[in-house]
């Protein structure tokens, strides 16, 4: 149990349907971020927040909306996606935004898209 | 930019046997190097990790030497277990590249009793 708690597991959405994932940490972080993992490929840093702002955004198509509440929920909006979009979608926070400390990742969601 | 490379598995051993998985890195900085295991159904978890030159991070059996001069992070560990199939994924934190993580692809390493 790493602290990150991500909801759903698991996924499966047609490519008209709007959905979202949702991350938790109580770890007390101030910077939290959004992966996408697939197949033979490194992971795919896609958003970060530090104290709830956006700080990063890896040029995401826009069909992926992130939202940060606050420092404590983070949220990852799906809509009209695509078939290769399909990954596990992992979230990861982190205490501070210093070189040797380390991210805390969640279970992820697996997405299927149809 | 920074960059991590892993070598492609998938890596098949037989228990109580020597494993390796290479890892190397580009960064523009003085990174930290850190090894992260991810089990089926779960997220990374941090196995080990180093922040300067010459340090040497262990866990669980499991070593990797920071190599500037090679730029290597290469993960060993001397006789390995059912339990350590897992993927391993080797990454880096650059503070010149606002200390975001850089990870290779992963490593998939299944241990055969």
């Known amino acids: 149990e790493t602290g990150v708690t991500q909801t759903p597991r698991h996924l499966v959405m047609g490519m008209t349907n709007k959905k979202s994932l949702k991350c938790e940490q109580h770890?007390?972080?101030?910077?939290m971020y959004w992966y996408k993992q697939s197949a033979k490929k490194p992971l795919e840093l896609m958003f970060v927040?530090?104290?709830?702002?956006?700080?990063e955004n890896n040029s995401v198509p826009s069909r992926f909306s992130p939202e940060c509440p606050n420092s404590s929920h983070l949220f990852l909006h799906l809509h009209t996606l695509q078939p290769e979009d399909s990954a596990l979608y992992l979230c990861?926070?982190?205490?501070?935004?210093?070189?040797?400390?380390?991210?805390?990742f969640g279970s992820g969601t697996q997405l299927s898209v149809l | 930019g920074d960059s991590v490379t892993q070598m492609e598995g998938p890596v098949t051993l037989s228990e109580e046997a020597f494993l390796t998985i290479n890892c190397t890195y580009t960064?523009?900085?003085?990174?930290?190097l850190f090894w992260y295991v991810q089990y089926p159904g779960e997220g990374l978890q941090l196995l080990l990790k180093?922040?300067?030159?010459?340090d040497k991070g262990s866990n669980k059996g499991f070593e990797a030497t920071y190599r500037k001069e090679t730029t290597s992070f290469h993960l060993e560990k001397g006789s390995v277990q059912v339990s350590d199939s897992a993927v391993y994924f080797c990454?880096?934190?650059?503070?010149?590249?606002?200390?975001?993580?850089?990870f290779g692809t992963g490593t998939s390493l299944t241990v055969i009793p």
């Open positions: 990861a926070s982190r205490g501070q935004f210093a070189t040797n400390e380390k991210l805390f």
């Open positions: 770890l007390g972080h101030n910077a």
């Open positions: 927040y530090n104290f709830k702002e956006q700080t």
């Open positions: 960064a523009t900085g003085y990174p930290s």
């Open positions: 180093a922040t300067k030159a010459d």
């Open positions: 990454a880096l934190s650059d503070q010149n590249t606002g200390n975001q993580f850089y």
